[in-house]
């Protein structure tokens, strides 16, 4: 049977949260969500019965912390994986007969101290049928900041979760870790035909960097990208429409079925052939990349530290909130000893 359906990368404003109190924050995340509803009913009675998968923009929720502390955003910005918030998107998923995904900061009743930022899938049953936390983020925790409690928790199965489902096997890729191959390479291994990639990036006549790794990611996994960005973030301090167009679709061979221009957009859609995926992927050749994969090659220098785990978590296995300044302070930490280490040379070199 012939697996073939219409996906859309829905480009919709954001409405940040960031200037208002936590009981109007509250509210303003159920206006936004409504909103969404009606962007999503809207494609797919315009876009027609085939839409079958629409993925929504990072921070379409709540835009993200412009200098809150972990603690305030955990209150005003993240939810409960059991709370209305998500009721409310399963609704729109169910209503609509679609597999919705999209990026939130979520709670964890493990980790009741911190917040993770999630990438979800939702089916048309309005379930949760996969739910993916961000590996690597410049100032937000994840689970590689406490690496070994989550994997006691979670196990190891748990970092790169890929859904089977009758529209092919699907995973998420949040924001920039599109600029990790390894990611969506750990994604591909366990399976993931379609990457669902939650952004919110640089909108640029120019290529940027996410734009090329979107292609990038595409080709080296032979695996379709549906790539949803922001139209723009309202209600903060910086111009709106910097994060703004770009959302695409990207086939297994990298050529962009489908653009949308700038502004709040569904012209991103573009019927997914998840039956021609799987001939291309079983068919040798030069082109199938995905099958001449030497890993063993790559072995000892992915076993190298860089960015250290567990960095908030103490001896016990407790974690420790940390003050956002953490984030900065490892990486120089990082930086130096890529120095110490050869990787990258000194500004300066020594005299």
């Not at 679609?98 to 917040?115: A, Q, R, T």
């Not at 695409?248 to 653009?259: I, P, S, T, W, Y």
């Not at 050869?342 to 020594?350: C, S």
């Amino acid at each position: 049977m012939s697996i073939a359906y219409t996906a859309v990368a829905l480009q919709t404003r954001c409405f940040a949260v960031n200037k208002l109190n936590v009981a109007d924050a509250r509210q303003k995340i159920f206006d936004n969500i409504r909103r969404v509803g009606g962007h999503v009913q809207g494609t797919k009675g315009f876009v027609g019965p085939s839409v079958k998968m629409v993925v929504l923009p990072e921070y379409f929720l709540t835009s993200f912390p412009m200098g809150e502390s972990l603690g305030q955003w955990k209150e005003k910005g993240a939810i409960a994986q059991d709370g209305k918030e998500y009721e409310m998107l399963s609704e729109i998923a169910q209503k609509n007969q679609v597999y919705l995904s999209g990026n939130v900061y979520e709670l964890d009743p493990h980790f009741s101290d911190l917040y993770f930022q999630t990438s979800f899938i939702l089916g048309p049953n309005g379930d949760c049928i996969l739910r993916y936390r961000r590996l690597v983020s410049m100032f937000a925790p994840t689970p590689h900041d406490v690496l070994d409690k989550y994997l006691d928790v979670y196990g190891q199965e748990s970092l790169f979760p890929v859904a089977k489902t009758e529209l092919g096997n699907l995973a998420c890729v949040a924001s920039e870790e599109i600029l990790y191959p390894e990611i969506s390479r750990c994604l591909v291994m366990n399976g993931a035909e379609v990457l669902l990639h939650s952004s919110s990036e640089v909108g640029s006549v120019e290529l940027t960097p996410k734009d090329i790794a979107k292609r990038a990611r595409a080709i080296e996994n032979l695996a379709y990208v549906v790539s949803a960005n922001s139209a723009g973030i309202a209600d903060i301090d910086f111009p709106a429409e910097s994060t703004d167009g770009m959302s695409k679709l990207v086939d297994f061979k990298g050529r962009v079925m489908a653009e949308a221009g700038m502004g709040e957009s569904m012209v991103a859609n573009a019927e997914l052939d998840i039956t021609a995926l799987r001939r291309y992927r079983n068919k040798p050749g030069m082109g199938n990349i995905l099958s001449r994969q030497r890993n063993e090659l790559f072995s000892g220098h992915y076993s190298q530290a860089v960015y250290p785990a567990n960095t908030m978590l103490n001896e016990d296995k407790q974690v420790n909130v940390p003050d956002r300044s953490h984030f900065m302070q490892t990486q120089m930490q990082s930086i130096q000893n890529l120095q110490k280490n050869g990787v990258i040379l000194p500004e300066q070199p020594h005299e």
